[in-house]
């Protein structure tokens, strides 16, 4: 299972990418490859205020539906509207073209809580 | 393997849809904020019609007051997938576990639940198997589990149906999961007067279940819960 090292990830297996006061967050590959071909893509609208484990979005594939969490406190900046076209990014590059949302963090020490990517691969299936 | 330990539920009498849905749903939440542990329902429903959240109405072939006359009921549910059917005699596993803990969860979801119909057909002397882009499990005579599922903070809802021996008859008034032209089938449309009873084939089920997921499961009845379930179960 593919766990860059460049970000932090949720527990409930999200990523999130900060830049400044910026977060890029996905789904992870263990994620989607949960939910096989993602078939539908429902995304916030930007300029939604979120709060941390607020449900922001939905992934749908042909026989099932999973939540998306924001891991963190803030405003909808940009959402990747390319997705709804083409949910089958998702599988292909969850953590590249597959973003699914920013958000500008209303604490910036928030992220200071999420787990790296070796604590995070470790807390994956064994044989994943 | 017998790493995780859960319990299974047994229901002795028939579980309305929307009453099923509410047991899964407080066990959803108490199973994410680790109050319960993995709990897999074995039940049946009294006959239903029910969509998935992006099902389409289209492919019910009946009008909603035409299935209410003939004492079937109709909801539209959170799990994923298009239209199905429910009644006695189809033996229906709605896991309520947290994925990422065992190792067979690396499989994916879906794969393990089609994995455990084909492994329980198997039991039986039926061979089933997948089919490239239609989900469940299929045999020569058609498809005999149908799979739909959703995952809420990690711990799914919803689940299978396996036709051990239901009146097919109310498949004719929906388009089985929106596909065209697929038949439906059951144990005991192929296994005639040798058709195991329900209680067999959740025990078979119910086996296979722990094998393919991982997960040792203590077996109850709903009258014999486990204090911790007990606790949450709706009256």
Known sequence: MNVPKDRLYTKTHEWILVDDDIATVGITDFAQSQLSDVTFVELPSTEDQVAARDEVAVVESVKAASDVYSPVTGTVLDINENLVDHPEIINDDPYGEGWMFKIKLADPEEVESFLDADAYENSLPADS | ?235
């Open chain 2, 1 to 235: 393997m017998n790493a995780v330990k859960g319990y299974a539920v047994y229901f002795d009498s028939y579980v309305p849809y929307e009453r099923a849905v509410c047991i899964q749903e407080r066990l959803a939440r108490a199973r994410s904020e680790e109050e319960i542990p993995d709990t897999v329902l074995f039940l049946q429903h009294p006959p239903v019609v029910t969509l998935g959240r992006r099902g389409a109405t289209e492919n019910l072939l009946v009008s909603p007051e035409n299935l209410e006359e003939k004492g079937i009921a109709l909801y539209r549910s959170s799990r994923g997938g298009d239209i199905t059917y429910h009644a006695p005699g189809q033996l229906v596993m709605y896991p309520i576990i947290k994925l990422g803990r065992a190792g067979a969860d690396a499989h994916g979801h879906l794969y393990n639940l089609e994995e455990t119909a084909i492994r329980t057909c198997a039991d039986y002397g039926v061979e089933a198997r997948r089919v490239p882009r239609k989900n469940g499990a299929w045999t020569d005579s058609g498809k005999i589990a149908a799979i739909g599922f959703h995952i809420k903070r990690w711990v799914t809802i919803h689940g299978m149906s396996f036709n051990v021996d239901p009146d097919l008859e109310g498949f004719e008034f929906i388009i089985p999961c929106g596909l065209h032209g697929d038949p439906v089938c059951s144990l005991g449309s192929i296994k005639g007067k040798d058709t195991p009873s329900i209680e067999s084939v959740r025990e078979s089920m119910k086996r296979r279940f722990e094998e393919v997921f991982e997960r040792r499961l203590d077996a109850r009845t709903t009258d014999q819960l486990p204090d911790t379930l007990r606790r949450i179960w709706p009256e």
